[in-house]
């Protein structure tokens, strides 16, 4: 089956969706910076622990691993928050978010 790069993968909504492709037999890799996320969350899936948008991580990850496709579940999602600092929810929600694509 085909290889799927899961961003924010150690998440919460993210881990979910890992365990699910997981349990049907696609090879999952998951890039997340645990700064919201657990190590534990990943399960059978491999873990690369980095920024979804830095080039010099996902560059080599998506050679090496033949990513065929692109779960990205890495955006912040605090109402609250995203009121206090729009610039970094913009920031990573919106610009990072085209550096990966």
């Not at 899961?6 to 037999?25: D, E, M, N, P, Q």
């Not at 979804?52 to 998506?62: G, H, K, N, Q, T």
């Not at 779960?71 to 929600?93: I, K, L, T």
Request: proline fraction near 3%; charged fraction near 20%; aromatic fraction near 6%.
């Amino acid at each position: 089956m085909a290889s799927v790069l899961v961003t924010g993968g150690a998440g919460y909504i993210g881990s979910h969706i890992v365990r699910r492709l997981t349990g049907s037999g696609w090879e999952v890799t998951v890039l997340d910076d645990l700064s919201e996320g657990h190590r534990a969350a990943v399960g059978e899936a491999s873990l690369v622990v980095g920024d979804f948008a830095d080039p010099a991580v996902l560059d080599p990850l998506l050679q090496a691993e033949k990513v065929e496709y692109i779960v990205h579940m890495a955006a912040f999602c605090q109402v609250g928050e995203s009121v206090a600092d729009p610039a970094r929810y913009y920031d990573n929600n919106v610009s990072k978010s085209l550096r990966l694509l």
